[in-house]
């Protein structure tokens, strides 16, 4: 299967559990790998047989400016929910990284969902 990489997708967006991160958006940064066959849009070299990466990242960043999740789990469920949504990707993976979540060191969720 091929695969469509969305690398270091910053995003501000309110996060987490303690009362100081209920008051102010932080940065998350995703990584995503879209798994989809990507030979008819490469053979015929069009855009509209393929998994259009720029729409996949403008609803990405929709969701995070729009939502305020607890965790950083349901955040990257919600995001692979949304990239299944595109026609033709079969499989996510979404690697979110929550660099300041703790005080000497990030934290991350990474996980898989299919169709």
Sequence with gaps: MDKIHL???TVRTVIGTL????TAPQSVV???TLECDTRAAAAADDLF???????????????CEQSSFLLIETL???TAELC???EGVSR???????????????AAV???REN
């Design 7 to 9: 690398r270091d997708l």
């Design 19 to 22: 009362p100081h991160e209920r």
């Design 84 to 86: 299944l949504s595109f």
């Design 49 to 63: 047989q393929a998994v259009n990466y720029l729409d996949v990242h403008d609803r990405i960043v929709e969701l």
């Design 76 to 78: 990257a469920a919600k």
């Design 110 to 112: 990474e996980i898989t």
């Design 30 to 32: 995703f990584n995503i």
């Design 92 to 106: 996510v993976t979404v690697v979110l990284d929550k660099p300041r979540a703790l005080s000497r060191a990030g």
